[in-house]
């Protein structure tokens, strides 16, 4: 019977080796190469170079404003596309597929599809003409028009990946019982009392999933905002890559690294502050 | 009968924003260099031609890219699996000290950003000679894919009766033959989205991908890395070509969505 | 076919004690109940059995072998699990064919023979080619009995085979069982919380209580002379009623308002235990327990009443043409031998 104990452990020591060889070593890594300087001893010379850079404010400031542009629009949009989808009686499934389409397409090709609709010669600017509302081709990605690439940032990620909150909400919904809805029904609850005092306390759960997921992702966001505006809207995990790639500066990029872990942290710990969910009341 | 006129009005709207722009992009890439600067446009193609599809493909590397991206993506959906699939079934049969620290562990690697894995292994991989390889790519994005691989594999085999595998043991099976006569037939549906949804995941990775390569690009790195060069219909066609296999693979697993995101994020 | 003994198990969860000391021995060709409510332990026993559960101390016999340290596939048992347990990708013939084709038992054609007679046992042989998931719960039930008996195991392993099964049909198969497994004569260990179920179908039932086994006896043993409170008050319904005896004088005890001949060598209180059927109504004058009616249940084959007792309630089954109505006295008289004694400290019978 001892073999019988074992078990489960030889079953987890594969993909055990595996993450801790490519998942804690490189985190430790990244610490170590953040916080040494070339001579090799402890230093903060390379958070101090990031600082210094032209592009650091701006970059730490446009992901903050997209994470807390984007996030709380994506989760009223899938709230709402969730409901909508219980109120609908026929084809769900229909609906259901096409609203998450997005979920299969990576924010590189994302970032593409917006662009064919906003470049100079685009389907925005010719729909603005149609109307009226504009005379000829308007330049919208530029570092000119910085409002409008941060516009054009938002609706890309909120095209992209409001899915996969809809889904983990969807999901969520599926576990309420509709015995719950009828009851508050009987007891005379309104279609948005139902929804305020049942279908939120109870979503509760996959509300602070769907948000601390999406929230690390957004710190992460990286293709859309290089394929619709280069650098001219510089982002945490851009400057990394630029540093890596167009710089070759390790040390720079990976303090870019830790200080968009630093900021994921950071945001799920509050979640989980003040998104409390007590066990006893999810019987 | 008003109301849900509406809601279905809504439903076909949400509908639209979702396909509509899918749609430009697929007439901008079809349409020829004309098209891209045609102005004013018009809605539907005016003509169609594989010129701009010829283009994309004639390109250097484009070939090269997408090889690259293929074979990168069926080693992750493979390692992953094989990896995950043995913790999810011990993650969902057995009750052992350390369970918990373990599937913390694992939800932990979802909150960490890619930048932090990809740049540090950059070095590594140079060091033992694997940087600039398909291989390089898909060991990070299994680390990606992995737990979910664990989550999802491990809700799957809760979804098989335990009593199913008991009987089996008690009519003359090992534990092995238990799990290949019962226990697999009957999750080898779910496996299998799972091991699409592993593809998809690293059919669509960008960073790690161009940081960890540089002749040995993946789709994704290679239009990435030539943006600033590259003309508007070849990233049309480009982005065309990333989105058609995704889009199969998400109506492929569409029935396990729920599984894979509800469940796994539990 | 072949004996089973059990000796001095002990199961533990964390914590909680599933098993204290249990021991039993089941003959050949027996068929036991064991009976309780839930958490008792019954399950753990049957699993530990089985070889699904591994047990703290102890030993498992079956015949002359000792089989605690074996994986269940070597045991030479077979199992009919609560939720049926038949494999939902394999049709019924297969699923029967099962343990046969994994143990090797024999050719193909051989198999084939024996699937065909367990089908036939089990009335289920017109839907050999279907797959499980198109079967009613009943027939699945079927196809999980075949798939047990067709190994011929020498004991046969049941955890509540019945309770899913809607009410009618739980009498139906309940019976059917009974002929099937009789004419098998497989050692046979059954666990149910149903105490109606275990009564028609055993040969001797073990009731368990708080992880030991407080009697083990026949279904009317049981029911004339239970062991222990708890016995009574699980058996029979409704109930055995107890009553606060008192010693008036060495062998005699009061109980309300009557004396009775006890136990010799007893102590001062004890409880008197009578089942509702053998109290009888008595004509006016006499000594007797008189109660006001609380409640009358009639039910057509005989009549059900409540009645209140010095503050305690006192169930009683009479003749359905009984002129009994709510607030009226009624007085009633236990039946002699039917006089059952408890000691109210240990809960157990004293025997007078």
């Given at each position: 019977m001892t073999s019988e104990r074992a078990l489960p452990y030889l079953l987890l020591a594969p993909s055990l080796l595996f993450l801790a060889l490519l998942f804690l070593w490189p985190l430790g890594e990244a610490f170590l190469v953040a916080f040494s300087d070339p001579g090799g001893g402890w230093s903060l010379a390379n958070f101090r170079e990031m600082a210094d850079d032209l592009n650091f404010a701006d970059a730490l400031t446009n992901t903050l404003l997209l994470v807390v542009v984007v996030v709380p629009l994506q989760l009223a949009l899938a709230l709402g596309l969730g409901v909508l989808l219980g109120c609908i009686d026929r084809g769900r499934d229909t609906f259901l597929y096409i609203w998450t389409i997005p979920l299969g397409i990576s924010d590189l090709a994302a970032g593409i599809v917006w662009l064919a609709m906003l470049s100079e010669r685009g389907y925005l600017n010719s729909l603005l003409e149609a109307l009226g509302l504009v005379d000829g081709p308007v330049l919208w990605l530029s570092y000119e028009t910085p409002v409008a690439l941060f516009v054009a940032v938002v609706v890309a990620e909120v095209w992209r990946a409001t899915a996969i909150v809809l889904v983990i909400l969807v999901a969520g919904m599926q576990l309420v019982p509709k015995e719950y809805y009828e009851a508050a029904e009987v007891f005379g609850a309104s279609a948005f009392q139902r929804f305020r005092r049942i279908t939120l306390p109870l979503l509760k759960p996959s509300i602070q999933t769907a948000l601390i997921l999406r929230t690390i992702l957004a710190f992460e966001v990286f293709a859309v905002v290089v394929v619709l505006g280069g650098r001219d809207l510089p982002v945490l995990a851009g400057e990394a890559f630029a540093w890596q790639y167009d710089y070759q500066n390790a040390g720079v990029a990976s303090a870019y690294a830790v200080l968009i872990l630093t900021v994921s942290l950071a945001a799920t710990w509050l979640y989980l502050r003040l998104l409390r969910v007590r066990e006893e009341s999810l019987a | 009968m008003r109301t849900r006129l509406l809601y279905a009005t809504l439903a076909v709207i949400a509908s639209i924003w979702v396909l509509v722009p899918i749609y430009l992009l697929a007439v901008s890439a079809f349409g020829g260099p004309e098209t891209i600067n045609a102005w004013p446009k018009s809605l539907l193609p005016e003509r169609v031609s594989t010129e701009t599809l010829a283009f994309f493909f004639g390109v250097r590397g484009v070939w090269n890219a997408i090889l690259n991206s293929i074979l990168v993506a069926a080693l992750t959906m493979v390692m992953s699996i094989l990896l995950g699939a043995p913790a999810g079934y011990a993650l969902a049969r057995f009750v052992f000290p350390g369970k918990d620290g373990y599937r913390l562990l694992v939800l932990l690697?979802?909150?960490?950003?890619i930048a932090i894995l990809a740049l540090p292994l950059t070095v590594r991989f140079i060091e033992i000679g694997i940087y600039d390889t398909p291989l390089a790519v898909a060991l990070v994005h299994t680390a990606l894919a992995l737990p979910f691989a664990i989550l999802v594999s491990s809700s799957l085999f809760m979804g098989v009766p335990k009593e199913l595998e008991e009987a089996a043991w008690t009519l003359g099976c090992t534990r092995f033959q238990a799990f290949r006569k019962v226990v697999w037939p009957l999750a080898r549906p779910g496996i299998a989205a799972t091991m699409i949804f592993a593809f998809v995941v690293s059919w669509n990775e960008v960073f790690a991908a161009s940081v960890l390569t540089l002749r040995e690009r993946t789709l994704t790195a290679f239009l990435l890395t030539s943006l600033n060069e590259s003309p508007l219909h070849f990233r049309f066609a480009g982005g065309l070509f990333l989105i058609v296999p995704a889009l199969i693979f998400i109506f492929a697993v569409r029935r396990y969505l729920f599984s894979m995101w509800g469940i796994a994020n539990r | 076919m072949a004996r089973i003994l059990v000796r001095d198990i002990k199961k533990t969860f964390g914590k909680f004690v599933a098993l204290k000391s249990v021991s039993m021995e089941v003959a050949d060709g027996e068929f036991t109940v064991l009976l309780g409510p839930s958490g008792c332990g019954k399950t753990t026993l049957l699993r530990i059995i089985a070889g699904l559960e591994t047990a703290d101390r102890g030993e498992v016999w079956i015949g002359e072998r000792r089989i605690d340290r074996l994986p269940p596939r070597a045991r030479n048992i077979a199992m009919v699990f609560q939720n049926y347990a038949v494999f939902p990708h394999m049709t019924v013939f297969d699923n029967i064919a099962f343990g046969l084709r994994m143990q090797k038992r024999g050719s193909e054609e051989e198999i084939r023979r024996t699937v065909e007679w367990a089908a036939e046992l089990v009335h289920i042989e017109s839907q050999l080619e279907k797959y499980t998931g198109q079967l009613s719960g009943g027939q699945r039930q079927r196809v999980a009995v075949a798939r047990a008996l067709a190994v011929r195991p020498q004991v046969l392993l049941m955890d509540e085979p019945l309770s899913n099964l809607d009410a009618l049909l739980r009498l139906e198969m309940r019976a059917e069982l009974k002929t099937i497994l009789r004419e098998c004569a497989t050692t046979t260990i059954y666990v149910t919380h149903d105490q109606v179920e275990a009564m028609s179908l055993a040969d001797r039932i073990a009731i368990m209580h708080g992880g030991e086994i407080e009697q083990y006896d026949t279904p009317l043993e049981i029911y004339r002379n239970p062991a222990t409170l708890f016995c009574g008050g699980f058996i029979g319904s409704p109930p055995m009623n107890f009553l606060e005896a008192e010693r008036v004088a060495p062998g005699r005890y009061r109980v309300g308002g009557l004396e009775l001949e006890g136990p010799?060598?007893?102590?001062?209180k004890l409880l008197l235990g009578i089942r509702p059927e053998d109290l009888e109504p008595v004509a006016d004058g006499g000594a007797a327990l008189a109660g006001s009616v609380l409640v009358v249940e009639p039910l057509g084959s005989h009549l059900l009443a409540t009645l209140r007792l010095d503050g305690r309630l006192l169930r009683f089954a009479g003749d359905a043409d009984l002129p009994l109505h709510p607030g009226e006295t009624l007085r009633l008289r236990p039946r002699a031998d039917r006089l059952r004694w408890f000691d109210p400290e240990s809960e157990r019978a004293v025997r007078s």
């Amino acid at each position: 019977m001892t073999s019988e104990r074992a078990l489960p452990y030889l079953l987890l020591a594969p993909s055990l080796l595996f993450l801790a060889l490519l998942f804690l070593w490189p985190l430790g890594e990244a610490f170590l190469v953040a916080f040494s300087d070339p001579g090799g001893g402890w230093s903060l010379a390379n958070f101090r170079e990031m600082a210094d850079d032209l592009n650091f404010a701006d970059a730490l400031t446009n992901t903050l404003l997209l994470v807390v542009v984007v996030v709380p629009l994506q989760l009223a949009l899938a709230l709402g596309l969730g409901v909508l989808l219980g109120c609908i009686d026929r084809g769900r499934d229909t609906f259901l597929y096409i609203w998450t389409i997005p979920l299969g397409i990576s924010d590189l090709a994302a970032g593409i599809v917006w662009l064919a609709m906003l470049s100079e010669r685009g389907y925005l600017n010719s729909l603005l003409e149609a109307l009226g509302l504009v005379d000829g081709p308007v330049l919208w990605l530029s570092y000119e028009t910085p409002v409008a690439l941060f516009v054009a940032v938002v609706v890309a990620e909120v095209w992209r990946a409001t899915a996969i909150v809809l889904v983990i909400l969807v999901a969520g919904m599926q576990l309420v019982p509709k015995e719950y809805y009828e009851a508050a029904e009987v007891f005379g609850a309104s279609a948005f009392q139902r929804f305020r005092r049942i279908t939120l306390p109870l979503l509760k759960p996959s509300i602070q999933t769907a948000l601390i997921l999406r929230t690390i992702l957004a710190f992460e966001v990286f293709a859309v905002v290089v394929v619709l505006g280069g650098r001219d809207l510089p982002v945490l995990a851009g400057e990394a890559f630029a540093w890596q790639y167009d710089y070759q500066n390790a040390g720079v990029a990976s303090a870019y690294a830790v200080l968009i872990l630093t900021v994921s942290l950071a945001a799920t710990w509050l979640y989980l502050r003040l998104l409390r969910v007590r066990e006893e009341s999810l019987a | 009968m008003r109301t849900r006129l509406l809601y279905a009005t809504l439903a076909v709207i949400a509908s639209i924003w979702v396909l509509v722009p899918i749609y430009l992009l697929a007439v901008s890439a079809f349409g020829g260099p004309e098209t891209i600067n045609a102005w004013p446009k018009s809605l539907l193609p005016e003509r169609v031609s594989t010129e701009t599809l010829a283009f994309f493909f004639g390109v250097r590397g484009v070939w090269n890219a997408i090889l690259n991206s293929i074979l990168v993506a069926a080693l992750t959906m493979v390692m992953s699996i094989l990896l995950g699939a043995p913790a999810g079934y011990a993650l969902a049969r057995f009750v052992f000290p350390g369970k918990d620290g373990y599937r913390l562990l694992v939800l932990l690697t979802r909150a960490f950003p890619i930048a932090i894995l990809a740049l540090p292994l950059t070095v590594r991989f140079i060091e033992i000679g694997i940087y600039d390889t398909p291989l390089a790519v898909a060991l990070v994005h299994t680390a990606l894919a992995l737990p979910f691989a664990i989550l999802v594999s491990s809700s799957l085999f809760m979804g098989v009766p335990k009593e199913l595998e008991e009987a089996a043991w008690t009519l003359g099976c090992t534990r092995f033959q238990a799990f290949r006569k019962v226990v697999w037939p009957l999750a080898r549906p779910g496996i299998a989205a799972t091991m699409i949804f592993a593809f998809v995941v690293s059919w669509n990775e960008v960073f790690a991908a161009s940081v960890l390569t540089l002749r040995e690009r993946t789709l994704t790195a290679f239009l990435l890395t030539s943006l600033n060069e590259s003309p508007l219909h070849f990233r049309f066609a480009g982005g065309l070509f990333l989105i058609v296999p995704a889009l199969i693979f998400i109506f492929a697993v569409r029935r396990y969505l729920f599984s894979m995101w509800g469940i796994a994020n539990r | 076919m072949a004996r089973i003994l059990v000796r001095d198990i002990k199961k533990t969860f964390g914590k909680f004690v599933a098993l204290k000391s249990v021991s039993m021995e089941v003959a050949d060709g027996e068929f036991t109940v064991l009976l309780g409510p839930s958490g008792c332990g019954k399950t753990t026993l049957l699993r530990i059995i089985a070889g699904l559960e591994t047990a703290d101390r102890g030993e498992v016999w079956i015949g002359e072998r000792r089989i605690d340290r074996l994986p269940p596939r070597a045991r030479n048992i077979a199992m009919v699990f609560q939720n049926y347990a038949v494999f939902p990708h394999m049709t019924v013939f297969d699923n029967i064919a099962f343990g046969l084709r994994m143990q090797k038992r024999g050719s193909e054609e051989e198999i084939r023979r024996t699937v065909e007679w367990a089908a036939e046992l089990v009335h289920i042989e017109s839907q050999l080619e279907k797959y499980t998931g198109q079967l009613s719960g009943g027939q699945r039930q079927r196809v999980a009995v075949a798939r047990a008996l067709a190994v011929r195991p020498q004991v046969l392993l049941m955890d509540e085979p019945l309770s899913n099964l809607d009410a009618l049909l739980r009498l139906e198969m309940r019976a059917e069982l009974k002929t099937i497994l009789r004419e098998c004569a497989t050692t046979t260990i059954y666990v149910t919380h149903d105490q109606v179920e275990a009564m028609s179908l055993a040969d001797r039932i073990a009731i368990m209580h708080g992880g030991e086994i407080e009697q083990y006896d026949t279904p009317l043993e049981i029911y004339r002379n239970p062991a222990t409170l708890f016995c009574g008050g699980f058996i029979g319904s409704p109930p055995m009623n107890f009553l606060e005896a008192e010693r008036v004088a060495p062998g005699r005890y009061r109980v309300g308002g009557l004396e009775l001949e006890g136990p010799r060598d007893a102590g001062p209180k004890l409880l008197l235990g009578i089942r509702p059927e053998d109290l009888e109504p008595v004509a006016d004058g006499g000594a007797a327990l008189a109660g006001s009616v609380l409640v009358v249940e009639p039910l057509g084959s005989h009549l059900l009443a409540t009645l209140r007792l010095d503050g305690r309630l006192l169930r009683f089954a009479g003749d359905a043409d009984l002129p009994l109505h709510p607030g009226e006295t009624l007085r009633l008289r236990p039946r002699a031998d039917r006089l059952r004694w408890f000691d109210p400290e240990s809960e157990r019978a004293v025997r007078s």
